[in-house]
């Protein structure tokens, strides 16, 4: 795997290539190699051209046959090209016999998606995520790096006279490469489990408050950390590039009501995410699985949203969380044109548009999450003798008081606080409020 800080002599000129079969399919293609050119330059390497290749059948050492193959060659000598980036998913052989016949690096999207994340990762955990990730990519490609180092042991066997039978081929350098990077492979997961572990008790006294809980999805540069920011006041890291968040923040949100809510940012969504990285990052990911419900950030400029869109919607049955229920959120509207404005408001009925740089529509996204609320939690108007101290101190722990009076032995207190609580307090609602729509039942 190629490292552009390590090593920017190597990759500085790439020409990309994009192979499709179905005819119908050239559209996809198209805009997938433009997400690729995106990608790429993410990665500071200048791109000389880009090529889509379509094929009429699937060629197992080349992914197309020797004449497109010698054409794309003599294309990247004539650009002075060090390096092929192909859109789709190279396996080792392929990359391998490309890089024989071409005698220049040979790369695939998923290695540069693997290496946009290296250059993003910032916590430890997501910094191990990534480890992990590329060791398990590089691990079946490792011979094309060490084909020319094998370790040869062996001499004769033993014996006074030194005679005897010759010893095998002693171990070579590829198998104790390998051995090595399983080792590290299995040290690096034992280190995240621990990380998990971590996780899972920071998530637990977070659900001790036991306050709702949403998680704000998308597809990478959609505005999720940008929503966040507008939204709590927070400062989270939001960038004008992909993958610009990795690692999770979560982050309460007081609503004018009365209502908290905990919002936690997700890393973004992309078109052929590597597999490994999905695996790898599900200990981050599991915010979404494990929230009350999810926010989906949709890039409303975008020419291919209905791709981004369903790109999020696989990557959520892959981790699990499709039946989630969720808000989708139209943003960036302050740059779309009315008309393609009606368009996705066709695509997207039940949507929220709005627009995290101006604040339109915010408001509206902030009713749709006390509606999502009103199923988890309720709002109500006790009356609670003073005696019963025990369960004043339970609405401090586990709900939110919003006022508190004293009538004569007994304390009037307007109260948020979890459905599962209802029972305990039943006895002691308020008439007035027991049919009010407000109560969420």
């Known amino acids: 795997m190629f490292e552009v800080r390590e ?24 805009s997938l190699l433009e997400e690729l050119n995106e990608l790429v330059q993410t990665l500071g390497i200048g791109i000389m051209d880009s090529i889509l290749v379509r094929v009429r059948e699937n060629f197992p050492s080349h992914l197309m046959g020797k004449g497109k193959m010698a054409e794309i060659i003599e294309k990247s000598k004539e650009l002075n090209c060090d390096c092929i980036i192909f859109d789709n998913e190279l396996s080792p052989n392929q990359q391998r016999n490309w890089e024989n016949d071409s005698e220049i690096l040979v790369i695939d999207r998923q290695e540069v998606i693997l290496d946009i994340f290296s250059l993003r990762a ?18 079946p490609r490792m011979a094309r790096m060490w084909s020319h180092l094998d370790r040869q042991g062996g001499g004769s066997g033993g014996g006074k006279g030194g005679g005897g039978a010759a010893r095998g081929e002693g171990e070579k350098q590829i198998e104790v490469d390998r051995r090595l990077a ?18 899972k008790t ?15 999805v998308g597809y990478t540069n959609a505005g999720k950390s940008s929503l966040l920011n507008g939204l709590t006041e927070s400062t989270v890291l939001a960038e004008d590039k992909l993958f610009a968040t ?17 919002l936690t940012d997700t890393v973004g969504f992309v078109r052929r995410l590597p597999h490994g990285l999905v695996e790898s990052f599900k200990a981050t990911l599991e915010e979404a699985v494990l929230a009350d419900f999810l926010i989906h950030v949709i890039d409303g400029s975008s020419e291919n949203v209905e791709e981004h ?19 989708p959120a139209i943003n960036k509207i302050d740059v779309i044109s009315t008309e393609r404005l009606e ?54 722990r586990e709900g939110k008081i919003l006022s508190q009076e004293y009538e004569q032995n007994d304390i009037i207190i ?28």
């Not at 066709?346 to 999502?372: R, T, W």
């Open 202 to 216: 920071q998530r637990k006294e977070r659900n001790r408050a036991d306050l709702p809980h949403a998680a704000i």
């Open 309 to 327: 869109f369903q790109t999020t919607l696989d990557v959520l049955k892959e981790l699990g969380a499709d039946e989630k229920r969720i808000i």
């Open 122 to 139: 910032r916590t430890k955990e997501a910094r191990l995520q990534v480890q992990l990730a590329k060791m398990q990519y590089t691990l």
């Open 414 to 441: 307007n109260a948020i606080y979890s459905k599962r609580f209802l029972a305990k307090f039943a006895e002691f609602v308020m008439a007035e409020n027991v049919e009010s729509p407000a109560t969420g039942e």
């Open 343 to 396: 368009e996705l408001k066709i695509i997207f009925p039940d949507a929220v548009l709005i627009s995290v740089k101006n604040g339109h529509g915010i408001e509206d996204l902030l009713s749709k999450i006390n509606e999502m609320l009103l199923s988890k939690i309720v709002r109500k108007t006790l009356k609670i003798p003073q005696s019963r101290q025990d369960l004043v101190a339970l609405l401090h």
């Open 7 to 30: 090593k920017p002599q190597l990759v500085e000129r790439a020409l990309l290539v994009g192979v499709f079969l179905d005819k119908s399919k050239e559209k996809e293609a198209s």
């Open 246 to 262: 990795l690692d999770t923040t979560t982050r309460k949100l007081d609503l004018d009501d009365g209502h908290t809510i905990l």
């Open 182 to 199: 399983r080792k590290k492979i299995d040290r690096v997961k034992a280190e995240l489990e621990k990380v998990r572990q971590q996780r």
